[in-house]
Nanobody
Framework: QVQLVESGGGLVQAGGSLRLSCVAS????????MGWYRQAPGKQRELVAT???????IYGFSMKGRFTISRDSAKNTVYLQMNGLKPEDTAVYYC?????????WGKGTLVTVSS
């Protein structure tokens, strides 16, 4: 059983930066893929950035060039560095992982970008 805990969300002005963290416990080394999704009010959940099973990275269309996903295996942690934030980036950001064929989700962290 994998547990994911996000942190780092908050209120930031447009153009600012935030770094989100996701700490995995209960089976980090069995995780095949891990990354970030987001859900804005009234919208579907969408991909932000993820490490794939093969170790490569995939970014959502509007995030590439502004957001960077990274990881520290020693700390069982995946990060999301977000620069150049826009009001439309306002959403709950969720950490997600796949382990042994099962998907796991964190509870999310709220990012609010003011104009």
């Amino acid at each position: 059983q994998v547990q994911l805990v996000e942190s780092g969300g908050g209120l930031v002005q447009a153009g600012g930066s935030l770094r989100l963290s996701c700490v995995a416990s209960g089976g980090f080394f069995s995780i095949n893929a891990m990354g970030w999704y987001r859900q804005a009010p009234g919208k579907q959940r969408e991909l932000v950035a993820t490490f794939t099973t093969g170790g490569s990275t995939i970014y959502g269309f509007s995030m590439k060039g502004r957001f960077t996903i990274s990881r520290d295996s020693a700390k069982n942690t995946v990060y999301l560095q977000m620069n150049g934030l826009k009001p439309e980036d306002t959403a709950v950001y969720y950490c997600a992982a796949t382990s042994r064929g099962m998907d796991y989700w964190g509870k999310g962290t709220l990012v609010t970008v003011s104009s």
